[in-house]
Nanobody, 123 residues
Framework: VQLQASGGGLAQTGGSLRLSCAASGPSFSTYAMGWFRQAPGKEREIVAAITGNGAVNYYADSVKGRFTLSRANAENTLYLQMNSLKPEDTAVYYC?????????????????WGQGTQVTVSS
């Protein structure tokens, strides 16, 4: 599976961005998918994740109520709608795919990673 993330950019505090992750390769719906982020000087952290069939979502506490994760299996695409952005959301965002469906929050579960897309939120 190859993953291509896009949609990052510059936003103001309170603004919105929508990230997309396009997957190539077969059986996209069998993969759990996740978004991770890494800010300068910090470790990579989970943002949100979803099972292959979309039945279960996971959100980090820091983004609950502001970010919405969805997937379009027919389009082989994962989306992350980010609203009410804060300066602390500034990071490089990575999408990832996992053959295992659980646990969604652990980066070690994920087998494939896309290149990052930069999100910068100005105060």
């Amino acid at each position: 599976v190859q993953l291509q993330a896009s949609g990052g950019g510059l936003a103001q505090t309170g603004g919105s961005l929508r990230l997309s992750c396009a997957a190539s390769g077969p059986s996209f719906s069998t993969y759990a998918m996740g978004w991770f982020r890494q800010a300068p000087g910090k470790e990579r952290e989970i943002v949100a994740a979803i099972t292959g069939n979309g039945a279960v979502n996971y959100y980090a506490d820091s983004v609950k109520g502001r970010f919405t994760l969805s997937r379009a299996n027919a389009e082989n695409t994962l989306y992350l709608q980010m609203n009410s952005l804060k300066p602390e959301d500034t990071a490089v965002y990575y999408c990832a795919a996992a053959r295992r469906q659980w646990p969604l929050s652990l980066s070690s579960v994920y087998d494939y990673w896309g290149q990052g897309t930069q999100v910068t939120v100005s105060s």
